[in-house]
């Protein structure tokens, strides 16, 4: 089956089986930490401290250059350098490290968001039921969200020509698979990212995958033009 991310392969389920720098360097404190990857209560869920091993400077979220034309507000997903770029004004960025399974690489191109969830409920695929029946047999009807679920805190719905692509950007129950290319799933962040991100993107917003080609696009300045006499 081709199509780019079917709604359970866009996650596995880890939880049974287990660049592009800025130009600069941000400061940080153990207080600012805390803040951004410490534990939190979210809807009467405790999601966990990301583990200091997990993080490494790459895959903290952090504001940086990027240049492109798209307009502020869009998604750009690398997901060859394992990066997803929120869109700022002023040539800059919110990028956020990823962890990108087969599926997730196999998809390019432009989607739209027409609505994200908050913990999302998964189910998996027919394929899945039968290739592993021991492991996805118990979930045929589905699972609720929480942090067992393998969607994470939250989903963003990938649509194109107003169907739905089954491709997904969300959580993770597995915070040291960010910055990785994966066996299987689309496009995970750390909990608290996804929650971030979230609550940043509109219903509508646009998304731009990028393709192997185009990897580590935005990333460096366009070449001024010389000036025509």
């Not at 360097?25 to 207080?31: F, G, L, T």
Request: with cysteine.
């Amino acid at each position: 089956m081709k199509r780019a991310c079917q709604l359970t392969a866009c996650c596995g389920l880890m939880l049974l089986t287990a660049c592009a720098p800025g130009l600069s360097k941000p400061e940080r404190s153990d207080a600012m930490e805390d803040a951004l990857y410490g534990a939190t209560e979210d809807h009467g869920r405790m999601i966990p401290a990301v583990p200091e091993a997990a993080l490494g400077d790459r895959n903290r979220r952090q504001e940086v250059d990027y240049w492109t034309d798209e307009a502020p507000g869009t998604i750009i997903v690398d997901p060859f350098s394992r990066f997803l770029y929120l869109v700022l004004e002023n040539d800059r960025a919110m990028r956020y490290g990823v962890a990108v399974g087969e599926q997730g690489r196999s998809f390019s191109g432009e989607a739209t968001i027409p609505f994200k969830r908050e913990w999302p409920r998964w189910t998996p695929t027919p394929n899945m039921l039968k290739r592993d029946p021991d492991l996805y047999e118990p979930y045929r009807r589905g699972m609720e969200g929480g942090l067992k679920n393998p969607l994470g805190a939250r989903a963003l719905y990938l649509f194109r020509g107003g169907r739905d692509t089954l491709y997904r950007i969300h959580g993770t129950n597995n915070p040291f698979s960010i910055g990785k290319a994966v066996s299987s799933g689309c496009i995970r962040l750390f909990n608290q990212d996804i929650v971030d991100l979230h609550e940043r993107v509109r219903a509508g917003a646009r998304v731009r995958v990028l393709t192997e080609a185009e990897s580590g696009k935005g990333t460096v300045p366009p070449i001024a033009k010389p000036a025509s006499n």
